[in-house]
Nanobody, 125 residues
Framework: QVQLVESGGGLVQAGGSLRLSCATSGRTFSRNAMGWFRQAPGKEREFVAGISWSGGSKHFADSVQGRFTISRDNAKNTVYLQMNSLKTEDTAVYYC??????????????????WGQGTQVTVSS
């Protein structure tokens, strides 16, 4: 059974940091691009960041550029999202997803086949 399990969410004050992890199991995604999305209440799920299979290509939403970084450790089947300088508008459920391709990194949710259950990130003012 394929699983993507996010962890690391929580409550943090504005300006703080969190590191999300996404552990995959059931099959290898070392040849797939991976991405992070988020969904706030009443809003569409939006792309946050993505990384190519090798980690050599990364793509970020404008809203998080310069504050978030994405990385992966294929040996550990894990993808990370480091979130710094968090803002209240970053509050959302964050989802990890595996893309159908290796490169380029897609930003459309429809290019991702497998999804985690999400982890809540709440940024207080």
């Amino acid at each position: 059974q394929v699983q993507l399990v996010e962890s690391g969410g929580g409550l943090v004050q504005a300006g703080g940091s969190l590191r999300l992890s996404c552990a995959t199991s059931g099959r290898t995604f070392s040849r797939n691009a991976m991405g992070w999305f988020r969904q706030a209440p009443g809003k569409e799920r939006e792309f946050v960041a993505g990384i190519s299979w090798s980690g050599g290509s990364k793509h970020f939403a404008d809203s998080v550029q310069g504050r978030f970084t994405i990385s992966r450790d294929n040996a550990k089947n894990t993808v990370y999202l480091q979130m710094n300088s968090l803002k209240t508008e970053d509050t959302a459920v964050y989802y990890c997803a595996a893309a159908t391709i290796a490169v380029p990194v897609p930003s459309s949710r429809y290019r991702y086949d497998y999804w985690g259950q999400g982890t809540q990130v709440t940024v207080s003012s």
